[in-house]
């Protein structure tokens, strides 16, 4: 696993390395888990905040996803099923970057339903709770 993080970290640095010069020195960073992040830095370290980025699979001309980055630079999306993707995020002054990366297949499901138990037992449940409380109440009733 391991190997595969850091091969893939050298495929990212070698294609980063023969990007064109037009790219105003914003330094993208890619991870990715249940999301793609993408974090973009200009060369100063300063984060590459609240501008516009858009991310295209593969062969599609319209982008899956258009918006902007957070305070901290991130554009984040779930890739899906495409696994290799075209991002670009831009100022209106020219600074940006254009990148194209693959991306490990990730279901684009929506939260797991929590675990809850079936209405049936809740049924029993709330029976065995009126008919207890009524016992119990007898039970007083009938101390007095």
Known sequence: MRRQ??????LLWLMLAVMPASAHEVQPTVATGGAVIVQLKYADGNPFAFEAFEATPEGAEIPAQVGRTDAQGRA????????????KAYTPDGHGVSLTFDT???????PA???APAR???LLLGLSLLLGGFGLYQLWIRKK
């Open 113 to 115: 339903p929590a675990d």
């Open 76 to 87: 984040v999306f779930i890739p899906g099923e495409a696994k290799r993707w075209k991002f």
């Open 5 to 10: 993080i850091l091969s893939g970290f050298l």
């Open 104 to 110: 490990p297949a990730i279901a684009a499901a929506g």
């Open 120 to 122: 049936s037992s809740l």
